[in-house]
């Protein structure tokens, strides 16, 4: 039988990896394109490792804060940067203990335009799977960028793990 704290982890670290490879096939020039009002990839990518950077954080300290994130930095300008912080991110997540996996957090989220904050429990493991899955969506939406600049991306990144598995993914 499967231990399904192990899946959470090696899952969530399989979209880490997904990305990586895409970002890897990629020029520095086709990485830094950005669509006419639209962000680029590397855009995405950011928030996807700001994301995880969270929700990593969040385990040692015990709140989760997605919305403090680096807009602007290294990751939206050096593809390079980006390959090494998605691969120690991947690390850091693929080896994080399964008795991690079970404590509390508290997300604390800006819900209104005027700064209003929200704030929940969850745990880091219900946290990594929202990464993960947020990383899909992200994923989604890199695709048809990559391909529009004639990059060949495999047929089944950025769909849903139960979409593939429910045999609606790509044709």
Do not use: K, W
Not at 19 to 34: C, F, K, N, S, W
Not at 75 to 97: F, Q, S
Not at 135 to 150: D, N
Request: proline share 5%; with cysteine.
């Amino acid at each position: 039988m499967n231990d399904p704290t192990a899946t959470v982890t090696e899952r969530s670290a399989e979209q880490l990896l997904r990305m990586e490879e895409l970002v890897g096939i990629l020029t520095d020039a086709q990485y830094l394109h950005r669509p006419r009002d639209a962000s680029g990839i590397a855009l995405h990518v950011r928030h996807c490792v700001d994301h995880y950077s969270a929700i990593l954080a969040g385990a040692d300290s015990g709140t989760v804060d997605y919305d403090r994130r680096t807009r602007g930095g290294v990751l939206e300008h050096d593809r390079g940067a980006a390959l090494a912080r998605l691969a120690n991110l991947r690390l850091r997540v693929r080896t994080m203990p399964s008795r991690d996996l079970g404590y509390p957090v508290e997300v604390v989220t800006v819900v209104g335009t005027d700064g209003a904050v929200a704030r929940t429990r969850s745990t880091v493991g219900r946290e990594l799977l929202f990464v993960s899955y947020h990383a899909v969506h992200h994923l989604a939406m890199i695709v048809p960028i990559a391909r529009s600049l004639g990059v060949s991306v495999p047929p089944d990144l950025g769909y849903a793990p139960a979409t593939l598995a429910a045999g609606a993914g790509p044709v």
